[in-house]
């Protein structure tokens, strides 16, 4: 007999897996992604291997010029949908990748083409300095 816990498990698996399914039949489809994907460490390699062009946005709750450079990153994310893949990766949440990519100062975005880290900017930069550094990498 299962017990609630195991029927609460299954049920979370199940719409996991319906969600995983839309995405991937989405992304099938060619849609764009508009909008920022929530990265984790678990998740972090595939994503940034999933592009040619990826910029993934490291920031925490508590952090204040993180939120003020989210909306500049969802504005880039939907003004560069089909040509750059956004990410945000929390740090405080996710320690190995902020450990590997050495990410002392938030917020920090890392540029990755073809899989490999090509540019970090750090710091709250507007969005007159940074689409030109995400440019030069289209």
């Known amino acids: 007999m299962k017990s609630d816990e ?6 979370i ?3 996991k897996l319906q969600k995983m399914l839309r995405s991937a039949a989405s992304e099938k489809q060619g849609t764009a992604l508009d909008k920022p994907v929530e990265v984790t460490d678990a998740t972090f390699e595939d994503f940034i291997h999933r592009h040619p062009l990826v ?3 490291c920031w925490a ?10 909306p500049v990153v969802e504005e880039l994310a939907r003004d560069y949908a089909g040509k750059v893949l956004f990410g945000k990766l ?3 949440e996710n320690p190995e990748v902020s450990t590997r990519y050495e990410i002392v100062g938030i917020p920090t975005l890392l540029v990755f083409k073809d899989g490999e880290l090509v ?5 709250a930069t ?3 300095m940074l689409e030109p550094k995400i440019k030069q990498h289209l």
């Open 6 to 11: 195991d029927e609460e498990l299954e049920r």
């Open 13 to 15: 698996r199940q719409a």
């Open 55 to 57: 910029v993934v946005d």
């Open 61 to 70: 709750a508590w952090c204040g010029p993180c939120h003020m450079v989210a």
């Open 90 to 92: 929390n740090v405080d």
């Open 119 to 123: 540019d970090r900017i750090v710091g």
């Open 126 to 128: 507007p969005r007159q």
